[in-house]
Structures are given as C-alpha cells and as structure tokens.
C-alpha cells in the first residue's frame, strides 16, 4: 500500500502545482488591452491639453 501510495502523492504534488499558461489569444487580449488603455490616456490629456505627454518625446527618440 505505501509503494502505491507515495507515486501517487508525488504525481498529485506535480499536478498540483502547475499553473496552465496563457494562450496566444489571452495573452494577446491583455496587451490589446493595455495598449487601448495606454491610448485612451493618451487621448484624454490631448484633448485637454493640447499637447501629447512629455514621456511621448522619449519614447520616439530610445526606439531609434
């Protein structure tokens, strides 16, 4: 009983705790989502403001 026992601890252990990844999709829908998030934002101080934020300007220059 102990021998058939321990194996299976051990499997139920591993199983346990794994975590199942995220997919393509889930993880392409949360970075939609933060992109359009990070748009919106964007947007919003334009139109109030007029001007784009000033990390925009840092952003163009480090991609170069």
Do not use: H, W
């Not at 990844?21 to 998030?37: G, H, L, M, S």
């Amino acid at each position: 009983m102990r021998g058939v026992l321990v194996p299976v601890l051990a499997l139920a252990a591993l199983l346990g705790g794994c975590k199942r990844e995220p997919d393509f999709e889930e993880r392409y829908d949360a970075a939609n989502k933060t992109i359009v998030d990070k748009a919106k934002a964007i947007d919003a101080q334009i139109a109030g403001t007029g001007v784009p934020p000033a990390d925009a300007e840092e952003d163009d220059k480090t991609e170069s």
